[in-house]
């Protein structure tokens, strides 16, 4: 039972255009969820979070917009650079449990030069 | 200002054999959390332990498998009578002692164990 998912599990955009990323969650009882770029043979790096007493955060190039009704949460990069290349995964956790995360799959973004 | 540091960051077992995973936490961080990647996957929760305390090891399998983190010292994932199935990453992640309404977890850069 998958509880964070990420159904595009690839994404190729151009140098300088915005690249969204898509996450779902089936948990309502998660209510903080955060973005995390993997490179090869490297550990997780954190790139943004949202707490879900709000609807969008940004950080720079990266803006991370959260619905919770529709229980989504999307990642833009605008604009996207070539070292943007890396896999995005999308992690979740909920209130009143212990503080694991539940992480998806992961979506492998390429900017192309 | 260190991360997370793991060691050995790849680690290679005979089936049967006995894996131990070192992660020590970021400066100041009190938590840690193993997490093991699959290919293909996403990361899986494992345990989560504070100082001389295991607070969830929900994800953990039932047998082989037993983490701690003394009070002085890393945090140690062992993995008893290797198997095949076992060959994955393994990441440890710290976050600080905060109100858990805020709280990032940091990871380390993995330790690659392959079972043969």
């Known amino acids: 039972d998958q509880q964070v998912k990420q159904n595009s599990p690839s994404l190729s955009v151009q140098e300088g255009r915005i690249s969204i990323l898509n996450c779902d969650y089936t948990?309502?009882?998660?209510?903080?969820f955060l973005w995390y770029k993997k490179y090869p043979a490297e550990g997780p790096t954190f790139l943004i979070s949202?707490?879900?007493?709000?609807d969008k955060n940004e950080d720079g190039r990266f803006t991370v917009f959260l619905n919770k009704s529709a229980k989504h949460l999307s990642l833009h990069i605008v604009p996207s650079q070539p070292g943007d290349s890396a896999v995005y995964f999308c992690?979740?956790?909920?209130?009143?449990?212990?503080?694991?995360?539940?992480f998806g799959k992961g979506t492998k973004l390429t900017v192309n030069p | 200002n260190a991360g997370v540091m793991q060691n050995p960051r790849h680690l290679v077992r005979r089936r049967g054999q006995e894996a131990r995973l070192r992660c020590s936490p970021m400066k100041g961080h009190s938590h840690v959390y193993w997490y093991r990647q699959l290919p293909e996957e996403g990361l899986k929760f494992m345990v989560y332990?504070?100082?001389?305390?295991?607070?969830?090891e929900s994800g953990m399998p039932k047998e082989r498998f037993s983490a701690e983190f003394p009070k002085e010292g890393p945090s140690i994932l062992r993995i008893q009578q290797v198997v095949r199935g076992d060959s994955a990453a393994y990441f440890c992640?710290?976050?600080?002692?905060?109100?858990?309404?805020?709280?990032?977890?940091?990871f380390g850069p993995g330790t690659r164990l392959l079972v043969l």
């Open positions: 949202i707490s879900s007493i709000k």
């Open positions: 948990n309502s009882m998660f209510d903080y």
């Open positions: 332990l504070q100082k001389e305390n295991i607070i969830d």
């Open positions: 992690a979740a956790s909920a209130q009143g449990g212990s503080e694991k995360l539940v």
């Open positions: 992640a710290s976050s600080p002692p905060m109100r858990r309404s805020q709280e990032t977890q940091y």
